[in-house]
């Protein structure tokens, strides 16, 4: 097995870790207090409770896993494997609401693996750079920090459902840098601690995963788990896919009649995950 196939298996990995520390998040975030609380407010009193750190233990055994693929294969087919966090997530939260799985909901989720399957084997990612230059993330930076700041003005006036999209959107963007600096700080390690304590990558990476898990819990405590999860498992890749294009130089490598398979792929992906999360809507 070459380095992408193991960095496939880790990816997957990842994914299952990553769903049940969700899931336990999304639990806590709506028993931790019957109270109105803001994002902050919310933020800090889960940073108080052992069964929210339970669940980010769980987690970070992904987010590890999720590290060690990223040193070893490209953000391109990493991000895309851990898609299928999401056939994961809500069987196990279907499973707690004490029901089983639809027919439909077997079909979408079938649909869903087919499609990353496909875009991993047709797309054939390749990894680019592990870094890019503080030049190129400040623009990233300033163009993506407007956007971020109008879903949260957005969702503040909104409110409802609408509002833990916006946010789940927010959160799945953060996770998308995060995911592209994780693989700068992979590699930043392999050259020592000195070295990486001397990076700025590190203190960004370390604040962009605690802004990431803020919102993550305020979209989880704004609406049920099927708006918020579909919704970060859509966003997150989306955004570490045009980073590693854009910043780090990956490309896919589908050949001229791949592409068109890629598509509908692409197409087939993000309908199965919005038709798993209605479906699974009706049925909860």
């Not at 987010?63 to 299928?84: C, H």
């Not at 999401?86 to 079938?110: K, S, V, Y």
């Not at 963007?173 to 995060?178: D, I, K, R, S």
Request: proline content about 3%.
């Amino acid at each position: 097995m070459g380095s992408a196939g193991i960095a496939a298996v880790l990816a997957l990995g990842a994914a299952v870790f990553i769903a049940i520390g969700d899931v336990m998040h999304q639990r806590q975030a709506h028993e931790v207090t019957d109270e109105p609380v803001g994002h902050v407010e919310l933020f800090l009193r889960l940073l108080r409770d052992r069964r929210w750190w339970l669940g980010s233990a769980v987690s970070a055994i992904g987010f590890g896993l999720q590290a060690a693929a990223l040193g070893l294969g490209s953000v391109l087919l990493v991000q895309a494997l851990l898609v299928t966090s999401l056939l994961f997530a809500l069987p196990i939260n279907a499973h707690q609401q004490h029901r089983r799985l639809t027919r439909a909901e077997w079909t979408w989720a079938m649909l869903l693996a087919a499609s990353v399957l496909v875009v991993v084997t047709v797309g054939n990612p390749t990894a680019g750079h592990s870094r890019a230059s503080l030049a190129t993330w400040a623009v990233v930076t300033g163009v993506l920090g407007i956007v971020l700041v109008v879903c949260v003005a957005a969702a503040n006036a909104v409110g409802g459902p609408l509002s833990a999209v916006l946010l789940a959107m927010v959160s799945g963007a953060l996770w998308g840098v995060f995911a592209v600096l994780t693989k700068g700080v992979v590699h930043l390690l392999g050259d020592g601690i000195g070295p990486l304590l001397r990076s700025p990558e590190l203190y960004a990476w370390a604040a962009v995963a605690v802004a990431g898990t803020a919102w993550q819990q305020s979209s989880f405590r704004a609406g049920a788990l099927t708006a918020s999860l579909p919704t970060m498992a859509i966003a997150e890749p989306v955004v570490a896919s045009v980073l590693g294009v854009v910043v780090l130089g990956e490309t896919l490598r589908p050949g001229d009649a791949g592409w068109a398979v890629l598509t509908v792929a692409v197409v087939a992906l993000v309908a199965s995950v919005v038709g798993l999360a209605r479906t699974e809507a009706v049925a909860a």
